[in-house]
């Protein structure tokens, strides 16, 4: 059962790690903010990261570019 329980947390680590990588890819990236992983991921966050991660899309592309969803106010054409 120990081994079970230490498989398990290992195995929800590396998935963490990897959301966590792919996330932080999609935030920092700088050839489009509209990829639907990264949209879908950005979208789960909890509000602080998300606003972080919104924040750091908004600096990479400006105000001049639709915001992707999630970073964007109630009519989809500005930026929180």
Known sequence: MRRFITITALFCVFIGLGVGWR?????TNTESPFEEVGIELNS???APIRDWGCGR???TFGT???P????STGDGKAWR
Do not use: I, R, S
């Open 64 to 66: 001049k570019t639709l």
């Open 23 to 27: 996330w932080h890819a999609y935030v």
């Open 44 to 46: 789960l966050m909890p």
């Open 57 to 59: 899309l908004k600096q």
């Open 68 to 71: 992707p969803y999630g970073c």
